[in-house]
Nanobody, 120 residues
Framework: QVQLVESGGGLVQAGGALRLSCVAS????????MAWHRQGPGKQRELVAT???????HYADSVKGRFTISRDNAKNTVLLQMNSLTPEDTAVYYC??????????????WGQGTQVTVSS
């Protein structure tokens, strides 16, 4: 079994910054792509950013130029640096990882989510 634990959410004023962290632990052989998703009030969950094992990144148009995703493969960690935050970024942010376990089976895992609230 694999667990993803997010941290770093909180309340920030518009224009501010936050850094989210997600650590994967458990029976891990290899982590493939990792990603951040978010779900705002009354909205569907949406993809924010992804990063492959090799470091290739992809961003939603709404966060390009403001958010940066990175990872530390040795620590099974993915980060999301969020700058120039706006109230529209208010959401629960979820970490997601495509993990190949030590039993060599591959599965998608999700964290429990961390709240980000941006005040105007």
């Amino acid at each position: 079994q694999v667990q993803l634990v997010e941290s770093g959410g909180g309340l920030v004023q518009a224009g501010g910054a936050l850094r989210l962290s997600c650590v994967a632990s458990g029976s891990i052989f290899r982590i493939n792509a990792m990603a951040w998703h978010r779900q705002g009030p009354g909205k569907q969950r949406e993809l924010v950013a992804t990063i492959t094992n090799g470091g290739t990144t992809h961003y939603a148009d709404s966060v390009k130029g403001r958010f940066t995703i990175s990872r530390d493969n040795a620590k099974n960690t993915v980060l999301l640096q969020m700058n120039s935050l706006t109230p529209e970024d208010t959401a629960v942010y979820y970490c997601n990882a495509d993990v190949q376990g030590r039993n060599l089976l591959r599965r998608d895992y999700w964290g429990q989510g961390t709240q980000v609230t941006v005040s105007s």
